[in-house]
C-alpha cells in the first residue's frame, strides 16, 4: 500500500496473560489462536520498559498531541497493583512533555477494590469493566471455571466506581451480544448502573464460524440491537451508546466512532506480555497467528509494525473492502464491518462481513428511526434556510472578531464598531439585516481566508487593501443596516478615494466636502427616507435614498410591481464579484430600466408556467447582480458549472448573478436555475449532503464522461429547477436523481433532498413554452 504511514495512537499493552473466568464467547482463550499459552502471565519489566520507550518515540516522531494506552489481559487486574503501578510510572514519565497520556484499563471487575483504585486516581487510569447485562444474561457466558456466577462481584466493583470519590474514573460498559437475552433487560440492567457510555460488540465470528442465528433469522442481530435502539431513543439517550452514536455520525456525513464501523484507518497496536508487538486483538478470532507480525518492543519501532501488510490492509480505507461492499449505499456508514468479522479460509479478508445483513439493517433501520433528528428543517423550508444561513453569517462575524483579537488587530475603531454590533443584536434587528445581505457574507469569507491563509488570493476585485480595514468596512456595513431599519443611531464610517460605500444602498462621492486625500471619516445617521452625512465639521448633508443625484448612486429597485418582487439590481458592491462569471460594473439608466422590463416579463412568465417555482424565487431572492455576458458560443443556459465548481468565494442567502439574456422565456429559465443552485450552495454551506466526493463516479445524461455525486447532484437540482419551462431537461433530471438514490457518498440530509427533488419533479405538469435559445 502506497501512502504514509498511519502512526499509532492507541496501544494495548497487555499486562497479565491469564483470566480469573471462563467466558465461553473469549476471542482469546476460546477460538482459534492459542498463542497465549506460551506467554508469561505478568507482562515483564524489560518489556515495560521498552515499550514506554517505543511509545514516546513514536509520539515525538509523529508530533502527536496525545496517546492512549489500554491495560488490557486476560483480566488486567490479576498482575497485581505493584506490577500496575511500574506500568503507570514509566509510561507516565517516558511521555512527560512529548504527549498527552490517556490511560485506562478494561477489566471484568472482579478482583477490582479501593487499593486499585487509589492508584489509578494518581495516574488517571479511566476503568472499563465488561458486563452483558442483568444476571441472567451475564452468567449465560460470564462464569467462572466451576460455573458459579460473577454477576454479584462485577455490581460490587461498579458500585465503587459509581461512588462520588471515583466516579470520575468510571468509563463506562461493555457488553457482548447475544439474542438469545432479553435485549430490553440487558438495557435496562446496564442503563441503571449510570455508565458514561456504553459499548455493545458482536460476538466474534468469521465466515467459517459464523455467530449462532436460532431460527436462521438473517438480521436477528440488527433486530436485537434495534430493540435497544427504540428503549434508548424513547427514553431520551440517558447515556451515550457508541454503537448508535456512530451510525447517526456517518448518516449526518460525519467520522465513524468506532473500529467495527466505518472507513477509518486502524490506528491501534498491541504489545503482549513478553514485548511481542501484534494486530489488533479480534483477529485472533480468524485463525492461529492471525495477529502475529513477527515483531517485537526490544527490537523493533512501533513505525516498523505500522509497515507491516497486515496492519496497512486495515488502512486502505474503501480500497480495503470487497468489491460487493464498495457498491453498497451503506458502506460509508457499516465500513465492511469489523475487519475479523470478513474472514474465510477460502476468501481470506476480500469479502463483506459474516455481519453484512445486520449491519445494513442496523444502518437502515436507525436511519429511518432517526431520520427527522439527522435532516435540518433548512433542506426542505426556504425559510429556516435563510435563517440557518443567517447565523452562519453571524458566526463568521464573531470568528472575525476572534481571529483579528487574537493577532492583535482588533484596534480601537474594530471594537468600538464591534461594541456597536452586539448592541443592535436584536431579533430582527439591524444586526440581523447587516447578515442578511449576501455581499456581508463574502466580505467575511474573505477577510477570515486572508488572514488565515495569505496565499489563498481571495483579495475582492476593486477594493484595495479590503483585509487591512475590517473596522471600516464592518462599520459601513452597521451604518447601511441601522439606515434601513430607520435607527438614528449615528455611526462614524471611513471613505476612501472620496467616495463613500454603503453596502445594499448605494455610494456617495463627497467631493469638495472630502478631505484632500479622498480619506477621512464621516458621521453617518439615518433620517426619514435617507441618511444625514456629515464630514469634517461641515454640515450635515441629506441624502435621499431612492433620490439619485448630487454625487449619490443607489442600489436601484426592480420589480416590485404586478406581482414582481422587488429585488435590488446590486452593481456597486464591492464584493459582489463572487460568482462563476465577472461583475458587470455601474449599469446606466438604460441598462437597468432594460433589466426591470426583462423581469416583469420573465416573471409573468413564471407565475403562468410555474407558480410555485415563482413563490418560491420570490421568497429567496432580495438580490440581482448582473454579470458579464457569456462568451461568443457559450450557452447560456447551462454553460456554466455550477457555483461550487466554479470559480466562487461564497456569498450569503438571497443573492443571484446572472448575464441579462435576450428573452424573457431565458431569463425566466435563468432564474429558475439561480433558485436552486443558490439553494444548494447555501445547503452546503449550513448541513453535509455528502462524504467523500469523487470517490465514485457516475454517468450523468448531460455529459459525455462520469461526474462526481457533487456534480451529478448540482447538475440534478439546476435540471429540477427548470423542469417547468423545459419538459427535457425534467427527464435528464430524473435519470440523475435515479443514480442518487443508490450513492454511497450521500448522506441523510443528502437523500432528503433527493427525494424532495423528486417528488417535486412528480408533482409537476411541464408547461409546453419555447426552450431558451442556446440551450446547451
Known sequence: MKGPLVPFREIVLKVHSRCDLACDHCYIYEHADHSWRNRPRAITDEAITWTALRLAEHAKRHDLPSVSVILHGGEPLLAGTARLRRVCEELTAALDGVAALDLRIHTNGLQLGPRHLELFDAYGVRVGVSLDGDRAANDRHRRFADGRTSHPLVLRAVSLLRQERWRHLYLGLLCTVDIANDPVAVYDALAALEPPRIDFLLPHATWDTPPERPGGAATAYADWLLTVYDRW?????????????????????????????????????VVETDGTLEQVDSLKSAYDGAAATGFDVFRHSFDTVAAHPGVRARQRGLDGVSADCRRCPVVLSCGGGLYTHRYGAAHGFDRPSVYCADLEALIRGVERRAAPGLVPAAVTDPGALRDDHRELTRTLLALLHRELTGRGGADARWERAWGLALALDTDGGPLDLLCGHPYTHTWLRDTLTALTDPGAGTEAPGVPDPVGAPAGVLAAHLAAALIRAGDPTPVPVPYRDGVLRLPALGRLRLGAAGAPDGRGTARVCARDGGFSVTVDGAPPRRVVLTAEGDGWEPVRVIGGRAGVPALRLDDLDPHRDCFASPARPRLTAAEAEQWDARLTAAWALLARAAPGAAAEAAGMFTTLTPLAPPAPGEPVLF??????????????????????????????????????????????????????????????????????????????????????????????????????????????????????????????????????????
Open 639 to 776: 454553460g456554466q458549472r455550477s457555483a461550487r465548481g466554479g470559480a466562487r468565494r461564497g456569498h450569503g442567502y438571497g443573492a443571484l448573478g446572472i448575464a441579462l439574456p435576450d428573452t424573457p422565456g431565458e431569463l425566466a429559465a435563468l432564474l429558475l436555475r439561480g433558485v436552486g443552485l443558490a439553494r444548494l450552495d447555501a445547503l452546503l454551506d449550513v448541513c453535509d449532503l455528502y462524504a467523500r466526493d469523487g470517490r465514485w463516479r457516475y454517468p450523468a445524461p448531460w455529459e459525455e464522461a462520469e461526474v462526481p455525486v457533487s456534480e451529478l447532484l448540482a447538475g440534478a437540482v439546476e435540471r429540477a429547477a427548470v423542469a417547468p419551462l423545459l419538459p427535457h431537461a425534467g427527464a435528464e433530471a430524473e435519470a440523475a436523481l435515479a443514480a442518487l438514490d443508490h450513492a454511497p457518498e450521500l448522506s441523510v440530509a443528502g437523500r432528503r433532498l433527493v427525494r424532495t427533488l423528486r417528488a417535486g419533479l412528480t408533482a409537476r405538469t411541464p408547461a409546453r413554452t419555447p426552450a431558451p435559445r442556446g440551450h446547451g
Open 233 to 269: 431513543d424513547r427514553q431520551g439517550r440517558p447515556v451515550p451508546v457508541r454503537l448508535f452514536a456512530s451510525v447517526l455520525s456517518t448518516l449526518a456525513g460525519g467520522p465513524s466512532l468506532t473500529e467495527s464501523l466505518g472507513l477509518a484507518p486502524t490506528d491501534l497496536v
